[in-house]
């Protein structure tokens, strides 16, 4: 049974930095891809930074040239590292994984055959 397990996230001031955590465990999906979403009270849940391979990664314009993924495969881990967090940033982010490196856009949730519950990030102004 694939399970991904997200931590890190908590209350941060605007302008700081966290980073979160996503550890899967029961199979590797770190050769197929995976991906950071996230959703805000009251919004649809987004696309935030997704990565394939060894060195492929891909961001939401919101979040370009603040955010970075990476992944650690020896741990079966990715991290995205979140600085100059704005109160915009407040979600419940969410990793996610892919099963077959056919599963469609990196970009979108249907692309995801896995997800974590969630870790909440709060930015206060």
């Known amino acids: 049974q694939a399970q991904l397990v997200e931590s890190g996230g908590e209350l941060v001031q605007a302008g700081g930095s966290l980073r979160l955590s996503c550890v899967a465990s029961?199979?590797?999906?770190?050769?197929?891809?995976m991906g950071w979403f996230r959703q805000a009270p009251g919004k649809e849940r987004e696309f935030v930074a997704a990565?394939?391979?060894?060195?492929?990664?891909y961001y939401a314009d919101s979040v370009k040239g603040r955010f970075t993924i990476s992944r650690d495969s020896a741990k079966n881990t990715i991290y995205l590292q979140m600085n100059s967090l704005k109160p915009e940033d407040t979600a419940i982010y969410y990793c996610?994984?892919?099963?077959?490196?056919?599963?469609?856009?990196?970009?979108?949730?249907?692309?995801?055959?896995?997800w974590g519950q969630g870790t909440q990030v709060t930015v206060s102004s």
């Open positions: 029961g199979r590797t999906f770190v050769t197929y891809g």
């Open positions: 990565i394939r391979g060894s060195s492929s990664t």
């Open positions: 996610a994984a892919r099963s077959s490196p056919y599963s469609g856009s990196y970009f979108q949730e249907p692309g995801y055959d896995h």
